[in-house]
Protein backbone atom coordinates (compact mmCIF):
# COMPACT_ATOMS: atom_id res chain seq x y z
CA UNK A 1 0.00 0.00 0.00
CA UNK A 2 1.01 3.78 -0.51
CA UNK A 3 2.94 5.56 1.83
CA UNK A 4 0.07 8.45 1.72
CA UNK A 5 -2.19 5.90 3.00
CA UNK A 6 -0.36 4.29 5.29
CA UNK A 7 0.55 7.59 6.93
CA UNK A 8 -2.92 8.41 7.06
CA UNK A 9 -4.11 5.45 8.60
CA UNK A 10 -0.88 6.26 11.61
CA UNK A 11 -2.36 9.31 12.24
CA UNK A 12 -5.58 7.90 12.64
CA UNK A 13 -5.03 5.52 15.04
CA UNK A 14 -3.42 8.26 17.22
CA UNK A 15 -6.33 10.03 16.81
CA UNK A 16 -8.10 6.74 17.85
CA UNK A 17 -5.99 6.20 20.59
CA UNK A 18 -6.18 9.81 21.93
CA UNK A 19 -10.02 9.84 22.30
CA UNK A 20 -11.12 6.40 23.07
CA UNK A 21 -8.38 5.35 25.40
CA UNK A 22 -9.12 2.92 28.19
CA UNK A 23 -12.91 3.77 27.11
CA UNK A 24 -13.52 -0.32 26.55
CA UNK A 25 -11.86 -1.18 30.19
CA UNK A 26 -15.08 0.78 31.64
CA UNK A 27 -17.04 -0.59 29.19
CA UNK A 28 -17.34 -4.21 31.18
CA UNK A 29 -19.61 -1.40 33.30
CA UNK A 30 -21.71 -1.69 30.96
CA UNK A 31 -21.81 -5.48 30.67
CA UNK A 32 -22.39 -5.47 34.72
CA UNK A 33 -25.54 -2.82 34.40
CA UNK A 34 -27.37 -5.23 31.78
CA UNK A 35 -26.00 -8.76 33.65
CA UNK A 36 -29.15 -8.99 34.84
CA UNK A 37 -31.15 -9.16 32.12
CA UNK A 38 -29.30 -11.73 30.70
CA UNK A 39 -28.97 -15.47 31.83
CA UNK A 40 -25.60 -15.38 33.82
CA UNK A 41 -22.61 -16.93 32.00
CA UNK A 42 -21.17 -20.29 33.27
CA UNK A 43 -17.52 -20.24 34.46
CA UNK A 44 -16.20 -22.22 31.57
CA UNK A 45 -17.54 -19.67 29.47
CA UNK A 46 -16.00 -16.37 31.46
CA UNK A 47 -12.86 -18.87 31.13
CA UNK A 48 -13.13 -19.37 27.23
CA UNK A 49 -14.25 -15.88 27.20
CA UNK A 50 -11.37 -14.15 28.56
CA UNK A 51 -8.82 -16.29 27.76
CA UNK A 52 -9.71 -15.60 24.40
CA UNK A 53 -9.26 -12.10 25.32
CA UNK A 54 -5.59 -12.64 26.27
CA UNK A 55 -4.70 -14.29 23.54
CA UNK A 56 -5.90 -11.41 21.07
CA UNK A 57 -3.88 -9.26 23.06
CA UNK A 58 -0.94 -10.93 23.15
CA UNK A 59 -0.78 -11.54 19.20
CA UNK A 60 -1.23 -8.06 18.00
CA UNK A 61 1.79 -6.96 20.35
CA UNK A 62 4.23 -10.06 19.48
CA UNK A 63 3.39 -9.26 15.62
CA UNK A 64 3.54 -5.73 15.64
CA UNK A 65 6.60 -6.01 17.65
CA UNK A 66 8.25 -7.86 15.11
CA UNK A 67 6.38 -5.31 12.19
CA UNK A 68 8.40 -2.80 13.70
CA UNK A 69 11.30 -3.78 13.56
CA UNK A 70 11.11 -4.70 10.05
CA UNK A 71 9.84 -1.06 8.81
CA UNK A 72 12.88 0.43 11.74
CA UNK A 73 15.49 -1.45 9.55
CA UNK A 74 13.68 -0.31 5.80
CA UNK A 75 14.13 3.17 7.33
CA UNK A 76 16.92 3.20 7.60
CA UNK A 77 18.25 1.37 4.80
CA UNK A 78 16.33 4.20 3.00
CA UNK A 79 17.98 7.12 4.55
CA UNK A 80 13.98 8.29 5.38
CA UNK A 81 13.52 10.18 8.49
CA UNK A 82 11.67 8.65 11.03
CA UNK A 83 8.13 9.87 12.78
CA UNK A 84 8.68 9.11 16.66
CA UNK A 85 7.02 10.14 19.29
CA UNK A 86 9.09 12.66 21.59
CA UNK A 87 9.10 13.49 24.86
CA UNK A 88 7.05 16.43 24.44
CA UNK A 89 4.09 14.83 22.67
CA UNK A 90 4.20 11.84 25.71
CA UNK A 91 3.39 14.73 28.02
CA UNK A 92 0.91 16.11 26.14
CA UNK A 93 -0.97 12.94 24.81
CA UNK A 94 -2.61 12.45 28.22
CA UNK A 95 -3.87 15.65 28.15
CA UNK A 96 -4.95 15.77 24.47
CA UNK A 97 -6.60 12.37 25.29
CA UNK A 98 -8.72 13.55 28.13
CA UNK A 99 -9.77 16.83 26.20
CA UNK A 100 -10.78 14.27 23.12
CA UNK A 101 -12.40 11.48 25.66
CA UNK A 102 -14.36 14.57 27.77
CA UNK A 103 -15.29 16.15 24.04
CA UNK A 104 -17.23 13.05 23.34
CA UNK A 105 -18.50 13.14 26.49
CA UNK A 106 -20.32 16.74 26.38
CA UNK A 107 -21.15 15.46 22.18
CA UNK A 108 -22.93 12.37 23.46
CA UNK A 109 -24.92 14.62 25.94
CA UNK A 110 -25.61 17.25 24.02
CA UNK A 111 -26.92 15.25 20.27
CA UNK A 112 -28.38 11.98 19.77
CA UNK A 113 -26.14 8.63 20.17
CA UNK A 114 -27.85 7.39 16.96
CA UNK A 115 -26.46 10.43 14.62
CA UNK A 116 -22.55 10.46 16.10
CA UNK A 117 -22.75 6.86 15.96
CA UNK A 118 -23.68 6.87 12.57
CA UNK A 119 -20.97 9.21 11.48
CA UNK A 120 -18.39 7.22 13.43
CA UNK A 121 -19.28 4.14 12.00
CA UNK A 122 -18.85 5.91 8.26
CA UNK A 123 -15.17 7.25 10.24
CA UNK A 124 -14.01 3.88 11.54
CA UNK A 125 -15.62 1.52 8.32
CA UNK A 126 -13.14 3.48 6.32
CA UNK A 127 -9.98 3.56 8.30
CA UNK A 128 -10.74 0.27 9.14
CA UNK A 129 -11.00 -1.33 5.71
CA UNK A 130 -7.67 0.30 5.05
CA UNK A 131 -5.85 -0.81 7.95
CA UNK A 132 -7.01 -4.16 7.16
CA UNK A 133 -6.39 -3.76 3.48
CA UNK A 134 -2.50 -2.99 4.73
CA UNK A 135 -2.21 -5.92 7.39
CA UNK A 136 -3.37 -8.66 4.73
CA UNK A 137 -1.05 -7.29 1.81
CA UNK A 138 1.97 -9.52 2.75
CA UNK A 139 -0.76 -12.38 3.06
CA UNK A 140 -2.32 -12.04 0.08
CA UNK A 141 0.93 -11.16 -2.36
CA UNK A 142 2.13 -14.79 -0.91
CA UNK A 143 -0.87 -16.96 -1.37
CA UNK A 144 -1.79 -15.29 -4.75
CA UNK A 145 -1.75 -17.97 -7.72
CA UNK A 146 1.19 -16.70 -10.69
CA UNK A 147 -2.16 -16.94 -12.76
CA UNK A 148 -3.08 -13.94 -10.97
CA UNK A 149 -0.53 -10.99 -12.88
CA UNK A 150 0.31 -7.99 -10.36
CA UNK A 151 -0.12 -5.28 -12.45
CA UNK A 152 1.68 -2.39 -11.09
CA UNK A 153 -0.47 1.22 -11.26
CA UNK A 154 0.31 4.54 -10.29
CA UNK A 155 -2.28 7.63 -9.92
CA UNK A 156 -0.20 10.52 -9.23
CA UNK A 157 -1.97 14.32 -9.53
CA UNK A 158 0.15 17.39 -9.02
CA UNK A 159 -0.30 21.16 -8.18
CA UNK A 160 1.87 23.91 -10.14
CA UNK A 161 4.51 23.91 -12.25
CA UNK A 162 8.06 23.59 -12.30
CA UNK A 163 9.56 24.77 -8.55
CA UNK A 164 6.01 25.35 -7.37
CA UNK A 165 4.98 21.67 -8.57
CA UNK A 166 3.40 20.15 -5.62
CA UNK A 167 2.60 16.56 -5.10
CA UNK A 168 -1.69 16.38 -3.99
CA UNK A 169 -2.12 12.20 -4.68
CA UNK A 170 1.15 10.10 -5.73
CA UNK A 171 -0.52 6.57 -5.18
CA UNK A 172 1.07 3.30 -6.36
CA UNK A 173 -0.78 -0.34 -5.95
CA UNK A 174 -1.29 -3.09 -7.98
CA UNK A 175 -4.12 -6.12 -9.06
CA UNK A 176 -3.13 -7.81 -5.72
CA UNK A 177 -4.03 -4.71 -3.48
CA UNK A 178 -7.54 -4.14 -5.29
CA UNK A 179 -8.04 -7.74 -4.30
CA UNK A 180 -6.85 -6.59 -0.63
CA UNK A 181 -9.21 -3.79 -0.92
CA UNK A 182 -12.12 -5.78 -2.06
CA UNK A 183 -11.43 -8.34 0.32
CA UNK A 184 -11.17 -5.68 3.78
CA UNK A 185 -14.20 -3.84 1.86
CA UNK A 186 -16.45 -7.23 2.00
CA UNK A 187 -15.53 -7.48 5.86
CA UNK A 188 -16.68 -3.61 6.23
CA UNK A 189 -19.85 -4.21 5.00
CA UNK A 190 -20.45 -6.87 7.10
CA UNK A 191 -19.93 -4.65 9.90
CA UNK A 192 -21.72 -2.25 8.91
CA UNK A 193 -24.66 -4.40 8.36
CA UNK A 194 -24.67 -6.86 11.63
CA UNK A 195 -22.23 -5.22 13.43
CA UNK A 196 -21.26 -8.81 14.02
CA UNK A 197 -18.29 -9.51 17.06
CA UNK A 198 -16.22 -11.19 14.71
CA UNK A 199 -15.95 -8.33 12.07
CA UNK A 200 -15.47 -6.42 15.28
CA UNK A 201 -12.60 -7.89 16.36
CA UNK A 202 -10.59 -8.30 12.46
CA UNK A 203 -10.95 -4.40 12.65
CA UNK A 204 -9.86 -3.98 16.06
CA UNK A 205 -6.50 -6.43 15.50
CA UNK A 206 -5.98 -4.50 12.32
CA UNK A 207 -5.59 -1.61 14.26
CA UNK A 208 -4.02 -2.83 16.95
CA UNK A 209 -0.99 -4.64 15.05
CA UNK A 210 -0.66 -1.51 12.82
CA UNK A 211 -0.34 0.52 15.64
CA UNK A 212 1.98 -1.18 17.65
CA UNK A 213 4.20 -1.34 13.79
CA UNK A 214 4.24 2.06 13.00
CA UNK A 215 4.01 4.12 16.25
CA UNK A 216 7.45 4.35 17.43
CA UNK A 217 8.89 5.70 20.86
CA UNK A 218 12.45 7.04 20.40
CA UNK A 219 13.93 5.96 23.64
CA UNK A 220 13.43 4.16 27.28
CA UNK A 221 12.09 7.70 28.42
CA UNK A 222 10.12 9.25 26.59
CA UNK A 223 7.59 5.40 27.24
CA UNK A 224 8.02 6.00 30.95
CA UNK A 225 6.70 9.32 30.58
CA UNK A 226 3.80 8.18 28.06
CA UNK A 227 3.05 5.00 30.36
CA UNK A 228 3.08 7.34 33.79
CA UNK A 229 0.92 9.91 32.12
CA UNK A 230 -1.47 7.40 30.89
CA UNK A 231 -1.21 5.40 34.33
CA UNK A 232 -2.95 8.20 36.22
CA UNK A 233 -5.51 9.03 32.88
CA UNK A 234 -6.89 5.96 33.10
CA UNK A 235 -7.12 5.93 37.02
CA UNK A 236 -9.00 9.36 36.92
CA UNK A 237 -11.38 9.15 34.06
CA UNK A 238 -12.39 5.53 35.44
CA UNK A 239 -13.10 5.87 39.04
CA UNK A 240 -12.94 9.52 39.20
CA UNK A 241 -15.75 10.13 37.22
CA UNK A 242 -18.65 8.70 35.42
CA UNK A 243 -17.41 10.04 31.98
CA UNK A 244 -15.43 7.20 30.51
CA UNK A 245 -18.31 4.57 31.72
CA UNK A 246 -21.00 6.87 29.40
CA UNK A 247 -18.49 7.31 26.41
CA UNK A 248 -18.09 3.44 26.93
CA UNK A 249 -21.30 2.62 27.18
CA UNK A 250 -23.07 4.93 24.20
CA UNK A 251 -19.56 4.54 21.83
CA UNK A 252 -20.31 2.24 19.16
CA UNK A 253 -16.98 1.80 16.98
CA UNK A 254 -14.75 -1.26 16.63
CA UNK A 255 -12.04 0.23 19.60
CA UNK A 256 -12.31 -2.81 21.52
CA UNK A 257 -11.97 -6.38 20.98
CA UNK A 258 -14.86 -8.62 22.32
CA UNK A 259 -15.41 -11.62 23.20
CA UNK A 260 -18.87 -13.82 24.27
CA UNK A 261 -19.04 -15.17 27.97
CA UNK A 262 -21.86 -17.58 26.51
CA UNK A 263 -20.40 -18.50 23.70
CA UNK A 264 -20.89 -22.05 24.98
CA UNK A 265 -24.40 -21.84 25.43
CA UNK A 266 -25.56 -19.51 22.21
CA UNK A 267 -22.91 -20.14 19.75
CA UNK A 268 -21.62 -17.25 17.61
CA UNK A 269 -24.91 -15.54 18.17
CA UNK A 270 -23.98 -15.04 21.92
CA UNK A 271 -24.11 -11.74 22.77
CA UNK A 272 -23.40 -11.40 26.28
CA UNK A 273 -19.56 -9.96 25.90
CA UNK A 274 -16.37 -9.67 27.70
CA UNK A 275 -14.52 -6.24 26.51
CA UNK A 276 -10.96 -5.23 26.10
CA UNK A 277 -9.71 -1.98 25.02
CA UNK A 278 -7.44 -1.32 22.20
CA UNK A 279 -5.32 1.68 24.39
CA UNK A 280 -4.65 -1.50 26.51
CA UNK A 281 -2.99 -3.30 23.59
CA UNK A 282 -1.25 -0.79 21.58
CA UNK A 283 0.14 1.77 24.29
CA UNK A 284 1.97 -0.88 26.05
CA UNK A 285 2.40 -2.45 23.09
CA UNK A 286 4.40 0.49 21.35
CA UNK A 287 6.87 0.42 24.89
CA UNK A 288 7.33 -3.58 24.25
CA UNK A 289 8.29 -2.79 20.27
CA UNK A 290 10.64 -0.99 21.82
CA UNK A 291 12.51 -3.35 23.58
CA UNK A 292 12.28 -5.48 20.75
CA UNK A 293 14.09 -3.13 18.55
CA UNK A 294 16.52 -2.61 21.42
CA UNK A 295 17.04 -6.57 21.97
CA UNK A 296 17.86 -6.19 18.15
CA UNK A 297 20.47 -3.61 18.50
CA UNK A 298 22.70 -5.32 20.39
CA UNK A 299 22.90 -8.30 18.28
CA UNK A 300 22.06 -10.81 20.94
CA UNK A 301 20.35 -14.44 20.32
CA UNK A 302 18.04 -14.20 23.29
CA UNK A 303 15.34 -11.31 23.71
CA UNK A 304 16.07 -10.97 27.13
CA UNK A 305 13.80 -7.16 27.18
CA UNK A 306 10.96 -8.27 25.05
CA UNK A 307 10.25 -11.77 26.35
CA UNK A 308 10.46 -10.36 30.31
CA UNK A 309 8.44 -7.53 29.59
CA UNK A 310 5.99 -9.46 27.43
CA UNK A 311 5.65 -12.18 30.34
CA UNK A 312 4.73 -9.02 32.25
CA UNK A 313 2.37 -8.17 30.35
CA UNK A 314 0.22 -11.10 30.66
CA UNK A 315 1.24 -11.17 34.34
CA UNK A 316 -0.68 -7.64 34.44
CA UNK A 317 -3.45 -8.57 32.24
CA UNK A 318 -4.31 -11.65 34.43
CA UNK A 319 -4.40 -9.67 37.41
CA UNK A 320 -6.75 -6.81 35.84
CA UNK A 321 -9.17 -9.74 35.01
CA UNK A 322 -8.78 -11.41 39.03
CA UNK A 323 -9.12 -8.18 40.51
CA UNK A 324 -12.03 -7.33 38.16
CA UNK A 325 -14.14 -10.54 39.11
CA UNK A 326 -13.06 -9.83 42.81
CA UNK A 327 -14.12 -6.80 43.27
CA UNK A 328 -17.06 -6.57 40.41
CA UNK A 329 -16.48 -3.39 39.37
CA UNK A 330 -14.91 -2.09 35.54
CA UNK A 331 -11.23 -1.99 36.69
CA UNK A 332 -8.70 0.95 35.07
CA UNK A 333 -6.38 -2.10 33.03
CA UNK A 334 -3.11 0.30 33.03
CA UNK A 335 -3.17 0.38 36.12
CA UNK A 336 -1.89 -2.98 36.33
CA UNK A 337 -0.08 -2.81 32.93
CA UNK A 338 1.97 0.01 33.67
CA UNK A 339 3.93 -1.04 36.74
CA UNK A 340 4.83 -4.57 35.26
CA UNK A 341 5.99 -3.55 31.74
CA UNK A 342 7.87 -0.02 33.37
CA UNK A 343 9.35 -2.64 36.31
CA UNK A 344 10.53 -5.69 34.52
CA UNK A 345 12.69 -3.88 31.99
CA UNK A 346 14.44 -1.82 35.05
CA UNK A 347 14.76 -4.71 36.56
CA UNK A 348 16.46 -6.66 34.25
CA UNK A 349 18.74 -3.86 33.12
CA UNK A 350 19.66 -3.79 36.60
CA UNK A 351 20.84 -7.56 37.56
CA UNK A 352 22.64 -7.23 34.22
CA UNK A 353 23.65 -4.03 34.69
CA UNK A 354 22.49 -2.10 31.77
CA UNK A 355 20.58 0.71 33.00
CA UNK A 356 23.33 3.46 31.20
CA UNK A 357 22.94 1.47 28.07
CA UNK A 358 19.13 1.11 28.16
CA UNK A 359 18.67 5.02 29.17
CA UNK A 360 21.08 5.54 26.52
CA UNK A 361 19.70 3.72 23.76
CA UNK A 362 17.79 5.90 20.98
CA UNK A 363 16.14 4.17 17.67
CA UNK A 364 16.86 7.26 15.14
CA UNK A 365 20.17 9.47 17.48
CA UNK A 366 20.02 13.10 16.76
CA UNK A 367 22.95 14.67 15.50
CA UNK A 368 24.94 16.66 17.79
CA UNK A 369 24.63 20.82 16.93
CA UNK A 370 28.82 20.47 16.64
CA UNK A 371 28.64 17.36 14.68
CA UNK A 372 25.96 18.66 12.26
CA UNK A 373 27.79 22.28 11.72
CA UNK A 374 31.34 20.24 11.24
CA UNK A 375 29.36 17.86 8.12
CA UNK A 376 27.90 21.34 7.25
CA UNK A 377 31.21 22.58 6.81
CA UNK A 378 32.74 19.73 5.42
CA UNK A 379 29.84 18.95 2.74
CA UNK A 380 30.57 22.73 1.60
CA UNK A 381 34.23 22.01 1.56
CA UNK A 382 33.69 19.47 -0.65
CA UNK A 383 31.60 21.02 -2.97
CA UNK A 384 33.95 24.12 -3.38
CA UNK A 385 36.82 21.29 -4.19
CA UNK A 386 34.67 20.11 -6.67
CA UNK A 387 33.68 22.88 -8.26
CA UNK A 388 36.92 24.14 -8.56
CA UNK A 389 38.17 21.19 -10.13
CA UNK A 390 35.74 21.68 -12.63
CA UNK A 391 37.00 24.72 -13.96
CA UNK A 392 40.60 23.58 -13.40
CA UNK A 393 39.51 20.72 -16.19
CA UNK A 394 38.17 23.11 -18.22
CA UNK A 395 40.52 25.63 -18.26
CA UNK A 396 42.84 22.81 -19.46
Known amino acids: MAEEVIGSVKEAIKGILQSVNGNANAADAKNETITNEKKISTP ?30 LKKSTGEKADTMTKKDAMYFPLIASVALFGLYMFFKIFQKVHINLLLTGYFFILGVIALAHLLSPVINSLMPA ?27 STHDIVCLVISSAIGVWYLLKKHWIANNMFGLAFAINGVEMLHLNNF ?7 SGLFFYDIFWVFGTNVMVTVAKSFEAPIKLVFPQDILDNGLNASNFAMLGLGDIVIPGIFIALLLRFDDSK ?57 KVLFAYEDHPEEKPEKKEKKEKDDSGNSSSNS ?8 K
Request: glycine share 6%.
Open 299 to 355: KRKTRIYFYSTLAAYFMGLMATIFVMHVFKHAQPALLYLVPACMGTPLLVALIRGEL
Open 221 to 227: VTGVILL
Open 44 to 73: EGIAVAYGSLVVMAMLPIIFGSIRSVKLHK
Open 147 to 173: AVPKVPFHIHFTKGEGKHKEDIINYKF
Open 388 to 395: KKKESKKA
